[in-house]
């Protein structure tokens, strides 16, 4: 096996290098040393690498040869610190985290914007903030670096023929910083206008959060008709549903896309580096750790941040955010809403009678002999103020009794699920909807709960076929058969139910979903018997159900053997819906 060697770099390169570690040891040391990834030098002479951040693992790389016409070590040292203040200033300061840049994109997607129009909008504001907030304390070095760009990038002659946003985005830095970069007749009124606008929405907004999402708003409409006009698209999007039943007039709310399909103008990309990005912290704290470092931020998962963003999001706006963070795949993006919509709606508890402690039930006379802590003075005094031994004194007579207790411990779970034809799953572009929707719900909620008890989970979804994985403590692997939409006949896999049961350790729970549309109900009745006769705890949730309908004999007799069934008309009918099976422990 050979390796490839590393090439010998030169005295001159080794020298550039140490300065661009010290620049970016000293950016970290502005900030207090937070914990990030080394970063990546190299030199790349053609210059197609610049300086940008690794979207997997936020490690900033720095190609040492893209340093423009400077030659002295000061210039090479400022150019480094700029570049490597401005970096980790997307760290600290905005978006600072991914939930945080998630709420950003959400709130210029309130403006009826492309989706991909987005990312560059969000990258723009936070941009502009830091820089602003950095020009504060670095302000030479910041113009110069600015200049650097400008006049390595754009010839004079060059400038009239530059793209609008390129106009306003510099022309915002003059203003921010009340520095002039541009000669006075490149930029036209109407530019002027739009730039004013962006930069009062900015100062506005650079050491006060809390205006952040109001004036993000105004920058996105400010912008929207110019890349509208300027990005083009790089290429046909291709998407792909994994729906089965979807009625859904706009497949963009399914569609898979690796990247971003636009095509910001050249002399921006050049300036200021590619707007398309989306920006990724999760990775940051996996290389850290790796280096047996510990984060200062103690930042959730990607799919932790998207699951706490989901929760008060129609299933359409959680799409959006979750393509742009390359969450490309539906069912997985299914998974991560459902889950986040799912938890606490639904407990399970198994409530146990258990010996108590004696309860008092009659007052009779305390005779000499009995133990004396027996004597109850007061019942003594109330029958009369002297005391006459085995005539006056009283004690209590007591009996034991029982008491309850929730177990800790959560039986195994099984999880039997209709996704019958008659079971509807329709999606839009805002809100997902129908019986089947409602029984992902109730099967998501009684999942998590029973993993997060530390329990192992079987899940049979079923139509004319059975899909099934039995016991199992892997939620994801769980998830993925209950998404698995089949949307034709309804048999119950009744014998396979028993099955897998006989197979748990202990008594289990199971957990069956459906709008009771059963076409072999006379042999899935007598299969319910066994599986309540072996000790095993039944619930059933009949989506769409009627209360009247629980009242024939068989349900009756099901019911009295200790099954337990609820009607499932809408959302609301789950939240809070407590489970209780109650079992003796304490014989007379």
Aim: glycine residues 4%; charged residues 25%.
């Amino acid at each position: 096996m050979s390796f490839k060697k590393e090439p010998q770099l030169t005295s001159e390169e080794i020298k550039i290098q140490e300065i661009a570690q010290k620049a970016y040891d000293d950016a970290l040391k502005f900030f207090y040393y937070p914990t990030l990834p080394d970063p990546n030098f190299i030199f790349d002479y053609s210059k197609d690498t610049g300086f940008f951040i690794d979207l997997e693992t936020y490690r900033i790389t720095l190609n040492l040869a893209n340093t423009h016409d400077i030659v002295l070590s000061k210039e090479y040292y400022d150019f480094f610190f700029s570049l490597s203040i401005h970096e980790l200033s997307h760290y600290i300061f905005c978006p600072y985290d991914n939930f945080t840049n998630m709420q950003l994109l959400n709130t210029v997607l309130d403006t009826k914007i492309y989706v991909y129009y987005v990312p560059i909008i969000v990258n723009i504001f936070s941009d502009l903030i830091i820089d602003s907030k950095n020009h504060q304390h670095f302000p030479k070095i910041m113009e110069w670096e600015l200049q650097k760009h400008i006049s390595f990038n754009n010839k004079p002659e060059q400038f009239k023929q530059a793209s609008k946003l390129w106009k306003i985005l510099i022309h915002s830095y003059e203003l921010l910083w009340n520095k002039n970069f541009l000669p006075n007749s490149i930029i036209d009124p109407i530019e002027h206008e739009i730039t004013k606008k962006i930069c009062n929405a900015i100062q506005d907004s650079i050491d006060r959060e809390e205006k952040w999402h109001k004036n993000l708003k105004k920058i996105a409409n400010l912008l929207k008709p110019i890349l509208k006009e300027e990005c083009s698209i790089k290429e046909r999007i291709q998407y792909n549903s994994n729906s089965k039943n979807s009625n859904q007039s706009d497949s963009e709310t399914f569609g898979g896309i690796i990247e971003n399909p636009l095509q910001i103008p050249e002399d921006v990309q050049s300036t200021f580096g590619d707007f398309t990005q989306n920006i990724d912290f999760d990775q940051v704290k996996t290389e850290a750790s790796s280096d047996g470092q510990e984060s200062q931020k103690k930042e959730p998962s990607i799919k932790e941040n998207l699951e706490n963003f989901a929760k008060n999001q129609s299933f359409g706006r959680f799409n959006a955010i979750a393509q742009l963070y390359g969450v490309t795949d539906s069912i997985e993006k299914l998974a991560i809403w459902y889950r986040s919509h799912a938890k606490n709606l639904i407990k399970i508890e198994i409530v146990t009678h258990k010996q108590g402690g004696s309860i008092p039930i009659s007052v009779e006379k305390w005779r000499i002999g009995d133990p004396i802590e027996k004597l109850d003075v007061i019942q003594s005094l109330i029958s009369s103020p002297i005391f006459i031994p085995n005539i006056t004194t009283k004690k209590w007579n007591y009996k034991l009794g029982t008491g309850i207790e929730i177990n800790e411990q959560l039986p195994d779970l099984m999880i039997v699920l209709d996704s019958s034809g008659s079971m509807g799953w329709n999606f839009s572009r805002n809100k997902i909807s129908g019986e089947f929707h409602l029984a992902l719900l109730a099967s998501f909620a009684a999942l998590y709960y029973a993993i997060m008890h530390g329990s192992y989970v079987s899940v049979i979804n079923f139509s004319e076929k059975a899909r099934y994985l039995e016991w199992s403590n892997n939620i994801y692997d769980l998830e993925k058969i209950l998404l698995d939409y089949q949307g034709s006949g309804t048999i119950l896999p009744s014998n396979k139910i028993v099955k897998i049961v006989k197979k748990a350790i202990a008594p289990c729970c199971v957990l069956i979903i459906t709008d009771f549309e059963i076409s072999n109900w006379d042999q899935a009745y007598h299969e319910f018997l066994s599986i309540l006769q072996m000790g095993n705890m039944l619930i059933c949730f009949f989506i769409n159900g009627r209360e009247e309908e629980l009242s024939n004999p068989e349900f009756r007799n099901l019911q009295d053997m200790g099954a337990k069934f609820y009607c499932i008309a809408k959302v609301n009918d789950l939240i809070g819906l407590v489970i209780k099976e109650i079992r003796n422990i304490y014989k007379k």
